[in-house]
Structures are given as C-alpha cells and as structure tokens.
C-alpha cells in the first residue's frame, strides 16, 4: 500500500496550493480519507477529512480556506488551500483509515511553507 503526495512548495500569505494524494488502495472508496499537518515540535494535526461517504470535517483554522475532495475513480484525495497563512507552514500528510477494522496507512509528507 502506498500513498503518494504532491502538490506542496513554498507561496506567499494569501496564495494557494492544491495537494494530492494517490493511494494504491484496493477498494479505495470504503476508507475514510485525512489530511494532516506537523510542524516541528508540535504534534501532527488533522486538518480536514473526508469520509467514505463524502462527508468532511475541518480544523477549526482552515474553515472556509480548505476544501477536501476526492476522485474515487483516480484513487486521489485533493486539498485546495486558499487564502495560506504563514501559520499554515508544516509538513503535510495523507492517511487512509477504515476504523471498523482497525487499519490506518500513511503516506510520506509534502512541505508547504507560506511565507510572510
């Protein structure tokens, strides 16, 4: 299993980025599906997720700046980030959960670092 991000890099405050995440998930579409956030020395974050079902959640901070979407037919869950924060500087994560059964997967991060 593997989860491949993309999409991070380094914009101004106000700007925007669109992160993906492939997954190589068989069955893709019965795993809940998150983006998460750590900065160093803080503790990982989620910051929004989406379920099998499409329903979504959000960090309280991100509300109406993030939106999470997914393509069950590309196995690919998306953040559009608009309106960054240079508090929205961190290393960003996908993970893949079905909580039922007890299985979580993680993919590797992508840095996104808005400056001031």
């Known amino acids: 299993v593997q989860l491949q991000a993309s999409g991070g890099g380094l914009v101004q405050a106000g700007g925007s980025l669109r992160l993906s995440c492939i997954a190589t998930?068989?069955?893709?579409?019965?795993?809940?599906m998150g983006w998460y956030r750590q900065d160093p020395g803080k503790e990982r974050e989620l910051v929004a997720s989406?379920?099998?079902?499409?329903?979504?959640d959000y960090l309280d901070s991100v509300k109406g700046r993030f939106t999470i979407s997914r393509d069950n037919r590309k196995n690919t869950v998306y953040l559009q980030m608009n309106s960054l924060r240079p508090e929205d500087t961190a290393v960003y994560y996908c993970?893949?959960?079905?909580?039922?059964?007890?299985?979580?997967?993680w993919g590797q991060g992508t840095q996104v670092t808005v400056s001031s």
């Open positions: 998930l068989s069955r893709f579409t019965v795993y809940n």
């Open positions: 989406i379920t099998r079902l499409g329903s979504t």
């Open positions: 993970n893949a959960k079905r909580p039922v059964e007890g299985i979580v997967y």
